[in-house]
């Protein structure tokens, strides 16, 4: 049987709790991490109305004219580009909730030390210390980790810089991310 979520007063202020990830703590982020992903699936919904609408759907600028201007194929392509980062951003924040889920919230998953609140308030699917992400850019790498196989089904070349030596990534794949779930075309969406 598991245990109700605490009740978060609404004048909570994570800097001023004394205990790291406390039940209250984690439930102030985990609220933070539905709303955030309610807001990115409503304008998911949006997009996929939008690119609908725009020009994938078939509409045209002008009777007869069978082709989209270069300013519609550009916003088209923006909505694609905000749609795809909303997706990532959702898949961070399924992945932050699943780390909630395993206790492992709040904890860098390179260095096993406290991410620290002020981060946390931030970026809430932080899943490195500052330090730790700095490092992992200045290597060229980007903040999700995908497996090779993961980068390929993006359509992606993998990076090809070495890792620091002391990085040691979550497998994408035991995370739940699978890139096939990007859907824009109309798609069921998981």
């Not at 004048?11 to 984690?26: A, F, G, I, Q, R």
């Amino acid at each position: 049987m598991t245990m109700p979520e605490p009740v978060v007063p609404e004048d909570y202020d994570p800097e001023k709790d004394d205990t790291y990830m406390n039940l209250v703590m984690v439930a102030y982020f985990r609220n933070k991490l539905k709303e955030r992903l309610a807001q990115l699936n409503e304008a998911y919904d949006d997009s996929k109305k939008l690119i609908r609408d725009s020009g994938a759907g078939g509409r045209r600028d002008t009777v007869g004219d069978d082709h989209t201007t270069p300013e519609r194929e550009g916003e088209i392509s923006s909505v694609f580009s905000k749609a795809l980062h909303d997706e990532v951003v959702a898949e961070a924040i399924r992945r932050a909730l699943g780390l909630m889920d395993e206790g492992q919230y709040g904890l860098c998953e390179s260095t096993g030390h406290e991410i620290g609140v002020r981060r946390l308030q931030a970026v809430p699917y932080a899943t490195l210390t500052v330090s730790e992400q700095e490092k992992l850019e200045q290597w060229g790498q980007v903040h999700i980790n995908l497996s090779i196989d993961d980068w390929l089904a993006l359509g992606s070349p993998a990076p090809t810089s070495p890792l620091p030596p002391n990085y040691r990534p979550v497998s994408a794949s035991k995370t739940g991310f699978r890139p096939q779930s990007l859907r824009l075309n109309g798609g069921s969406r998981r």
